[in-house]
T-cell receptor, first 114, second 112 residues
Framework: EAGVAQSPRYKIIEKRQSVAFWCNPISGHATLYWYQQILGQGPKLLIQFQNNGVVDDSQLPKDRFSAERLKGVDSTLKIQPAKLEDSAVYLC????????????FGEGSRLTVL | GNSVTQMEGPVTLSEEAFLTINCTYTATGYPSLFWYVQYPGEGLQLLLKATKADDKGSNKGFEATYRKETTSFHLEKGSVQVSDSAVYFCALLSGGYQKVTFGTGTKLQVIP
């Protein structure tokens, strides 16, 4: 079974530029999560989708971050414009969505903002 | 809101030593509890879980017991190996939409 795919693995941009990250979850997984992991900290939930609907985006900085999940499958997370403090690893995870299911994580996309 | 508190690292142990990583939580209702592990250069993966009070999760020699009375889920292993060197995250899942909240992680380094 293929795992969660993310791209790009690494991205370096200057502040005020824009960046987009892509995630392809495990086939059949209804729930998709985007987490931000700053160095030395635990993952912080940015947004959670159930199929193609948003169920939690309370910690997403909506003035600069946006995310979508078209057709309830792939998802894209965008940052525009980026700030220095956005330097982090962006983790995508998916789960079957019900019944205390475990999360399956991708390898992450490491963003460096200069 | 929900939160998870882990002991700060790094934790450095000699091979075959006993490991305990403390984890306590705050949550409404009856959350499920997890330990995830992140090996160097890899993504997070589930190590073990427990879904109700007094359950014990176990995997790869690691164990953790869901203690509702102390709101804790401490990770233990009787004899660590160099290959156990990683960052360990305690997490809880709660709510109708299965929101998962992570602790800050504890880095474990095992030396030969």
């Amino acid at each position: 079974e293929a795992g969660v795919a993310q791209s790009p693995r690494y991205k370096i941009i200057e502040k005020r530029q824009s960046v987009a990250f892509w995630c392809n979850p495990i086939s059949g997984h209804a729930t998709l999560y985007w987490y931000q992991q700053i160095l030395g900290q635990g993952p912080k939930l940015l947004i959670q989708f159930q199929n193609n609907g948003v169920v939690d985006d309370s910690q997403l900085p909506k003035d600069r971050f946006s995310a979508e999940r078209l057709k309830g499958v792939d998802s894209t997370l965008k940052i525009q414009p980026a700030k220095l403090e956005d330097s982090a690893v962006y983790l995508c995870a998916s789960s079957l969505g019900t019944g205390n299911r475990e999360l399956f994580f991708g390898e992450g996309s490491r963003l460096t903002v200069l | 809101g929900n939160s998870v508190t882990q002991m700060e690292g790094p934790v450095t142990l000699s091979e075959e030593a006993f490991l305990t990583i403390n984890c306590t939580y705050t949550a409404t209702g009856y959350p499920s509890l997890f330990w995830y592990v992140q090996y160097p250069g890899e993504g997070l993966q589930l190590l073990l879980k427990a879904t109700k009070a007094d359950d014990k999760g176990s995997n790869k020699g690691f164990e953790a017991t869901y203690r509702k009375e102390t709101t804790s889920f401490h990770l233990e292993k009787g004899s660590v190996q160099v290959s156990d060197s990683a960052v360990y995250f305690c997490a809880l899942l709660s709510g109708g939409y299965q929101k998962v909240t992570f602790g800050t992680g504890t880095k474990l380094q095992v030396i030969p």
